[in-house]
């Protein structure tokens, strides 16, 4: 669960839409924690290659938690796409479809990398959708 804070608010009383990849981004960052074993965000070895989000109702400002599932669709060689259900818990009702492609990087060669295959398993077995 996601609180929703103040600041996610538009003029129009509703959670901005560019929220929504905030916490999207607050999930996948989890989720890579856990599902590769890194201790810390530090350690993260990946970069986000495209984001695409598709609204299905507004946030209120009455509404205090959103919920973030995550689930890895597609591993390939150097790159793994995950897919969102951004819901609200009141009701269940999915407000937001989205999808991230992520590519293994390694920061000090500023090059990709294959993903290893002990991660490649992990990136799967982690899903929470």
């Not at 599932?69 to 009141?90: D, F, H, I, M």
Request: aromatic share 10%.
């Amino acid at each position: 669960m996601i609180p929703v804070q103040f600041r996610d608010f538009d003029l129009m009383g509703h959670v901005n839409n560019a929220v929504y990849l905030a916490y999207c981004e607050q999930a996948r960052t989890e989720f890579y924690v856990r599902a590769s074993g890194k201790a810390s965000v530090r350690d993260l070895d990946f970069v986000v290659a495209r984001a695409e989000i598709d609204f299905r109702s507004s946030i209120r400002h009455d509404e205090a938690l959103v919920e973030v599932l995550v689930r890895t669709s597609k591993v390939g060689e150097s790159s793994w796409t995950l897919e969102y259900l951004v819901r609200r818990p009141a009701d269940d009702s999915v407000v937001a479809e989205a999808r991230t492609v992520q590519v293994y990087y390694d920061y000090e060669s500023r090059e990709k990398r294959p993903i290893p295959e002990a991660l490649r398993r992990r990136l799967v077995d982690f899903s929470t959708l």
